[in-house]
């Protein structure tokens, strides 16, 4: 208990230092932002100026360079051993960003821009973003909301979250669980080794649709008037199914498939030890769906 107050306590006594400061910035221009511990969060306003707020150590300096059209912004120590920073940052929302840390959490909100944001030990937490989204983290949540373009997303430690998005998207996880709800794409790979994949979301004519979970569940909700040519594969797990097809069709290896109207897009779900779930929109219940909110909140 001593050891968890006196670190407390030094972390309040490191913070002591205030950076504010404000320039203007041209179209075209990007914003780095490089933070080996503490947050970065970024907010989006309709103005070609960039507002830093920092709050640090004395021996702390935090440094702004212009670099042709890239602005950079790190901070350094006197004594050379980095330390905690937080920055809050306000930037037009036109500007591309890309962000990253060691110890340190992320964050960016109103952006409509493209957004590159990597951590090792933190979070995630994006809403927003137009264009290439990539996002990722080691040991933290990856959380994206409202965003347009092509997302890239991944976790190792921890689960993908996103919702309410429009573009091709990519997502990675070993070690959690994996959620799109109010997906609209015509292309969507999503896999995790130890987690649950669920997709809420279109079926798009000529679209490309796969899932794939070593350890956890699939759970998908198709629209009424999808058309599609699905392949299942349950090595070690079970079938739960709205649509009228059995294990009885399964091929060698577990896998069979079953063909929605004219089987325009192409839907591939694989399991080796979980429950593929497939339910028709119509009949999904909120409960079964295990929905949740950006940054991992469950929903009420």
């Not at 137009?130 to 997303?153: H, K, N, P, W, Y």
């Given at each position: 208990?001593?050891?968890?107050?006196?670190?407390?306590?030094?972390?309040?006594?490191?913070?002591?230092?205030?950076?504010?400061?404000?320039?203007?910035?041209?179209?075209?221009?990007?914003?780095?932002?490089?933070?080996?511990?503490?947050?970065?969060?970024?907010?989006?306003?309709?103005?070609?100026?960039?507002?830093?707020?920092?709050?640090?150590?004395?021996?702390?300096?935090?440094?702004?360079?212009?670099?042709?059209?890239?602005?950079?912004?790190?901070?350094?120590?006197?004594?050379?051993?980095?330390?905690?920073?937080?920055?809050?940052?306000?930037?037009?929302?036109?500007?591309?960003?890309?962000?990253?840390?060691?110890?340190?959490?992320?964050?960016?909100?109103?952006?409509?821009?493209?957004?590159?944001?990597?951590?090792?030990?933190?979070?995630?937490?994006?809403?927003?973003?137009?264009?290439?989204?990539?996002?990722?983290?080691?040991?933290?949540?990856?959380?994206?909301?409202?965003?347009?373009?092509?997302?890239?997303?991944s976790s190792v430690d921890q689960g993908v979250s996103v919702s309410d998005a429009e573009g091709d998207i990519s997502?990675?996880?070993?070690?959690?669980?994996?959620?799109?709800?109010?997906?609209?794409?015509?292309?969507?790979?999503?896999?995790?080794?130890?987690?649950?994949?669920?997709?809420v979301g279109e079926i798009r004519a000529g679209g490309r649709y796969r899932l794939a979970s070593h350890s956890g569940?699939?759970?998908?909700?198709?629209?009424?008037?999808?058309?599609?040519?699905?392949?299942?594969?349950?090595?070690?797990?079970?079938?739960?199914?709205?649509?009228?097809?059995?294990?009885?069709?399964?091929?060698?290896?577990g896998r069979f498939d079953f063909t929605l109207g004219s089987g325009s897009a192409r839907i591939d779900l694989e399991?080796?030890?979980?429950?593929?779930?497939?339910?028709?929109?119509?009949?999904?219940?909120?409960?079964?769906?295990?929905?949740?909110?950006?940054?991992?909140?469950?929903?009420?």
């Amino acid at each position: 208990m001593m050891t968890i107050l006196t670190a407390m306590l030094l972390t309040v006594l490191a913070v002591t230092a205030q950076t504010d400061t404000t320039f203007k910035v041209r179209p075209g221009s990007r914003l780095n932002v490089n933070n080996f511990g503490g947050e970065i969060a970024v907010r989006a306003w309709g103005r070609n100026t960039v507002r830093i707020e920092a709050a640090h150590a004395e021996r702390m300096r935090v440094r702004v360079e212009a670099l042709g059209s890239d602005i950079e912004v790190r901070a350094s120590s006197r004594r050379g051993i980095p330390g905690r920073v937080d920055y809050r940052i306000t930037a037009p929302e036109w500007m591309p960003l890309s962000l990253s840390g060691i110890y340190a959490d992320v964050s960016v909100e109103g952006a409509k821009s493209e957004v590159s944001a990597e951590t090792v030990k933190g979070d995630v937490r994006v809403l927003g973003g137009d264009g290439f989204i990539r996002l990722s983290s080691i040991q933290g949540a990856v959380c994206v909301g409202g965003a347009r373009g092509r997302l890239e997303l991944s976790s190792v430690d921890q689960g993908v979250s996103v919702s309410d998005a429009e573009g091709d998207i990519s997502v990675d996880a070993v070690n959690g669980d994996v959620t799109l709800e109010g997906i609209r794409s015509g292309m969507v790979e999503a896999a995790t080794v130890n987690g649950d994949v669920t997709y809420v979301g279109e079926i798009r004519a000529g679209g490309r649709y796969r899932l794939a979970s070593h350890s956890g569940n699939l759970f998908i909700v198709i629209p009424r008037r999808a058309s599609a040519r699905v392949s299942v594969a349950t090595f070690s797990g079970d079938l739960e199914s709205d649509f009228p097809v059995s294990l009885t069709q399964a091929k060698k290896g577990g896998r069979f498939d079953f063909t929605l109207g004219s089987g325009s897009a192409r839907i591939d779900l694989e399991t080796f030890l979980g429950t593929i779930n497939l339910q028709r929109a119509a009949g999904a219940r909120a409960s079964d769906a295990r929905k949740a909110t950006p940054c991992g909140k469950e929903k009420e």
